[in-house]
Every structure is written in structure tokens, then in C-alpha cells.
């Protein structure tokens, strides 16, 4: 949809203008959007302005509306990053890093980067396997609005630090602290405030400098990879401020991507649901016939959308690189396809590919309710999914390579 409405020239722009004594930045929902760029805008006002602001500086963040997290996203994922909330101000992908270390005396402490402007605690105890078994005691997270943190249950203690990727919670604290940060650093003086939101009756504004993003192939590429969940979910609301020229949300994104495909490409999703871009909702719901018409129709006319080589390929590159079931011969380097997981769900959607690397047949894997027993750790087994997904993806390479057929 964003290939078909947007095209391959667009890309998302962050911009610095100046109104009467004002000054206004203006976020898109760029979802590649890091604090070196606002510093370099901020900079280059400063070069070609002056290094005080005489009236306030305004953070405009009114490019989307609505909520930030989808309908149907499961609470309990919220405080980590590949559940990110979607916003009109973006920045440094709505995720802060930080680790926590278990100690000798059964307490955790936490290190946080000192440029992150957000405030983790935890009072978790440091347990020995045995002990975590026996207590049934998990490491939890309890997050709020202002960007905290609280850590609290057990870890299992361990050599070297845990790595953490907390979901900023309120975007708008989050870029409003980064940016007086950023003033202080480059010696700005405001005379009035920083505000969050749009300037009322902006009049003649001159604009100072922009800063763009990568172009829409390129964000894609990330995208499907990498399995961006941020990219998807503010491209879907760019789509829906774009088809319905208004603020970008998830209602109007969603619909934006069934009109644009029912006219654009003749695929009709009007019985599917479609609440977000990312699919972390547990409220999307689409049929297996329907997500292979739609890559039927990347297929047809992937000379104009190349999306094809966009796509992870098995045991090569992106998420598929290390797929379990993806990475020995005949699989490996023989299918190109879109993984998607949720708790017991597994999912991938895709091409089997001819010797010559070109696609030759579709493949949906829609896998439900998948909760198999527990391993005995005596007895390790491959995993059932993994059995299962060898079988079948075998089943598709030598659909599509016929000839490859032992004999």
C-alpha cells in the first residue's frame, strides 16, 4: 500500500522554521528520526539565526492523532521496544537501553546510559536456578506515563549483564527532555518555553532547515528484515494522513491500506481485520486465501514494487538467517517470505524460489494455538514447529524446483 500511495521517492521530513519570535519544530513520524538530527537542526538554527530564541520554541507533534498503541496489543508487552508506541514524535525509535546485573549478596542493580533521559529501578532478587524453580519467581516490569521504570520479582544469576530495550512510554517527556538537553549542550538561551504541540494561528513561518529521512525502499528494507514494528505502524498512519488528509491514526491508516489495495490492486480485504501495521494486535485477523492474493500481486508486479528482494531470504539474511528450520540445504537460500509470530501463533507468508533464485510457487503458514509439552532437559528434542516448518518448506523448494527432486 505505501509503494502504490506514497511511491518511491517519498520520505519523511523533520523541519526547523522560524515565526515572528518563535520557533517551531515539526515532527512527521519519521521512525529513523535520532537525537543527532534534532541537535543538527538545532545547530544549524543557531549558525544561520541567532543562539537565543526571543519567544517559545514549539514541539509540534500534531502530524498524527489517536492512540499511540493499538487496540488489542497485549499489556504485558508494552514496556519493551519491538511494541514501541507509534507517534507523530519519534525519536531514537521510542527505545532506550539499558542492563541489569546480578549481585553476590542476592540484590540486581541496574546501569542505564547516561543520555537517557528516563528513570529505572529494581528490586529484584538475585536467585540460583534451583531457587528460581522452586519459587516460580520471574523478573517483572511495571512501567508508568513519566518514563519509569520498576523492576521487581527474580533473575537468575548470571556472568554477564542482561541486556534491556525499554519502550519510551511517553514519546512527547521523552523528545521534550532530549531537546532541553540538546539546548543546554549547544548554549541555546529561550526567552519563553518548550512546548509540546502545535503553535495557534502560526502565521508567515520561514523554514531554517529539514532534515530527511531514507526514501521509501530503503525504510522498507529495514522494515521487513528487521521486522520493524515501529516502521510499519507509523507508515500505516502516514498512509491514513495522506489517502484522508487529516492526522495520521491507526483507524484511518488501516482503512487507507483497504481502499488503496481494493483500487489499486483489485485485492478486496473488506472480511479482514486490520487494526495496526505491525500485527501485534491479537485483533487482526485475515485468511490464508486472502495474504496469498495479496503476494500473488506482489509477484505480478514486482518489477515496479520490488519488494521481493526486500524480504528476509532463508538461513541468509534477515530474521530468517538464523531460523532453525531455514538453515540447512535444500531450505537455505531457496525461499524468500515474511516471518510473524505472536504467543503460539507462528506465521510466515512467501515464495519458493527456482534455481535461478526467481519465485515459482506461494507458500501461507498459518500455525495456531501451537503449545507444545515441555522438553524433558534430560532428553533435548528439536522443537515441533521446527520439525513441522522442515517438512513443509522441503515440500515447497521442490515444488518450485521440480527438477531438484532426489531420486
Known sequence: AAKLELGDDFNYTTSIARSNKDVVISFSGDPTLQREHIKNLLDRYVKSQSKTI???LYLDNSAFTGYQRAVGWPWDILGVCYSAPSSAMTLDS???????????????????????????????????????????CDLELITTPDNTYKLSGCLVERKKPLP????????????????????????????????????????????IASHSSEKLPELLDIMLKKSDNLIADNLTKTLGATFYVQPGSFNNGTEAIKQILLTKADIDLSKAQLVDGSGLSRNNRMTSQTMAQVLRYI??????????????????????????????????????????????????AGFGLDKAGEPTSIFVQFVRDYFPEKPDPEKPV?????????????????????QSKSK
Request: proline content about 5%; some cysteine.
Open 54 to 56: 526571543k519567544g517559545n
Open 382 to 402: 528439536e522443537a515441533p514447529i521446527t520439525q513441522f516448518e522442515r517438512a513443509f518448506y522441503t515440500d515447497v523448494v521442490e515444488f518450485s524446483q521440480p
Open 299 to 348: 509477484w505480478e508486479n514486482d518489477k515496479q514494487l520490488n519488494l521481493i528482494d526486500a524480504m528476509p531470504t532463508s538461513g541468509t539474511n534477515g530474521t530468517l538467517k538464523y531460523r532453525p528450520s531455514m538453515r540447512k540445504a535444500p531450505i537455505q537460500g531457496n525461499i524468500i517470505a515474511k516471518s510473524g509470530s505472536l504467543y503460539g501463533s507462528y506465521n510466515m
Open 94 to 136: 521510542n527505545c532506550a537501553q539499558a542492563s541489569i546485573y546480578t549481585k553476590d549478596n542476592g540484590t540486581t542493580r541496574v546501569y542505564i546510559p547516561a543520555h537517557y533521559p528516563i528513570d529505572v529501578t529494581t528490586t529484584a532478587a538475585t536467585v540460583t536456578r534451583s531457587g528460581q524453580k522452586a519459587t516460580q
Open 164 to 207: 534491556l530495550k525499554f519502550a519510551i512510554q511517553s514519546p512527547e517527556l521523552y523528545t521534550y527532555q532530549v531537546v532541553t538537553s540538546i539546548l543546554k549542550e549547544l548554549r541555546i538561551e529561550i526567552k519563553g518555553n518548550v512546548v509540546v504541540g502545535k503553535k495557534d494561528k502560526s502565521g508567515k513561518s520561514t523554514l
